[in-house]
Every structure is written in C-alpha cells, then in structure tokens.
C-alpha cells in the first residue's frame, strides 16, 4: 500500500512553509503538524525520519517513511496528530497513514522531513530536528520552516499563542524553539499532542479587502433599491 501511495501524485501541490510541525515525542512515536493552507481532500504528505545526506543532496535510505493521506478537505490552523495505539499501529487525527516498518522516531538524535514526490527528489515542506544536523535542505531555513529543538530531546510541544496573532506571526512562533516546552531524559510515553487549532486573526490588508467589498456590495444593494 505504502509503495502505491508513493508514486501517486498528490492532490494538491503544497509550498515549503505551508505546514508546520507543533509536536514530536520520540517515547511515544508521536507527532502533530499544523496547516497554514487550506488542504484539498486527496492530498497526500510524506514524512521520514531518514537523515538529509548534503553532501549527495538526497535522503538517507536506512529509516523509514509515514504517508499521510487528507480524507477530507483541511481547514487553515487545523492541527493533525500522528500517533501510535497499543498495537503499534499509526493513526491520525484527521485523515489517514501508511508506513513501513523502518519509520521509528529516535530519542537520542532525530530528523523528521515532510515533503510531497518522491523520496528520490521531494520537494520539502518543513522539518525538525532534535540534533546538531548537517546542512538541511536547501529550501528550508531553522526558523523559517525548520524547527531546531534542543540536542537529545526526548519530546516537546509548541506552547505559545495559537489564536490572537496574523499567520505571518503565528509561522514564525512556532518555528521558534523557544516557544516549545520539552524534555530531555525524561518518559513521555503517555503524552500526547494538543488538538488545539490555530485561529489567526485577518492580515491588516485582507481586513481592508473585505471590508471594502462589503461597503461595495452594500452601495450596490442600496443603488438598486434606489432604481427600482
């Protein structure tokens, strides 16, 4: 199955920045992402704990890769957990997952890429790392779409602001690791990734957008009033 869904083209094509990782708990086998965009429903996502190999410029091929698979269309702000049940078995929130038997997030040092294509030339999303990695990919940036959390650790959430703030300043929040809280040696076997959505406020621009359509529409409204 895994093999199938990976030489699909996915639904819609997603950009390096429009997801964003808001959780990993290597104890558990856990992680959560968040999406900037709107997702078509068909939409599928790639995630590997393979390493990034700079000097070849392509992905390591000892560990494994997870595919998520969007069933239904996926709101901007909405958050999916990727977890592990009592059989070892992966499950999502929202939508559905594949995997071979290599994926197995690493307490000690960890990768985790997502990207849409094929292993062989993914077009990365976003990333995180829990190491002193090499180079990462040339289209993600530490900060920008590419968490950097502390060495070693052993799982860690995004804990800043999920509503109040423009999606410019929510990206870059969560981006930061200094708004994740984690740890490091200890046991986070039973904890589990916030569901809490994101809600960003309009863009200064948007709001003026639509409020200048409204009072448009509504001068349109009154001037047929007028003529009829």
């Known amino acids: 199955m895994l093999l199938v869904l990976a030489g699909m083209q996915s639904a819609q094509a997603l950009n390096a920045g429009d997801i964003a990782f808001t959780a990993f708990n290597g104890d558990a086998e856990n992680f959560a992402f968040v999406s900037w965009v709107d997702i078509a429903s068909g939409t599928t996502i790639s995630f590997t704990d393979n390493e990034w190999l700079s000097a070849s410029n392509t992905l390591s091929t000892t560990e494994g890769t997870l595919i998520w698979t969007a069933l239904n269309s996926i709101s901007v702000g909405t958050v999916v957990s990727i977890t592990t049940d009592s059989k070892g078995q992966k499950q999502a929130s929202s939508g559905s997952v594949s995997t071979d038997t290599k994926f197995d997030l690493n307490v000690t040092a960890e990768s985790l890429y997502a990207f849409q294509g094929s292993a062989a030339a993914p077009s990365f999303l976003t990333g995180l790392t829990t190491y002193l990695a090499p180079t990462p ?8 779409n590419l968490l950097a959390l502390p060495t070693s650790t052993d799982f860690s959430e995004y804990t800043g602001a999920r509503s109040g703030k423009s999606l410019v300043e929510l990206r870059s929040a969560v981006n930061n690791s200094t708004n994740w809280t984690g740890n490091i040696g200890g046991d986070g076997a039973t904890v589990h990734p916030l569901a809490t959505v994101f809600a960003p406020v309009p863009e200064a621009g948007s709001a003026a957008m639509l ?3 409204l009072s448009l529409l509504g001068f349109m409204v009154k001037r047929r009033k007028t003529l009829a």
């Open 137 to 144: 990919p040339a289209t993600l940036t530490p900060g920008v």
């Open 211 to 213: 409020l200048s359509g």
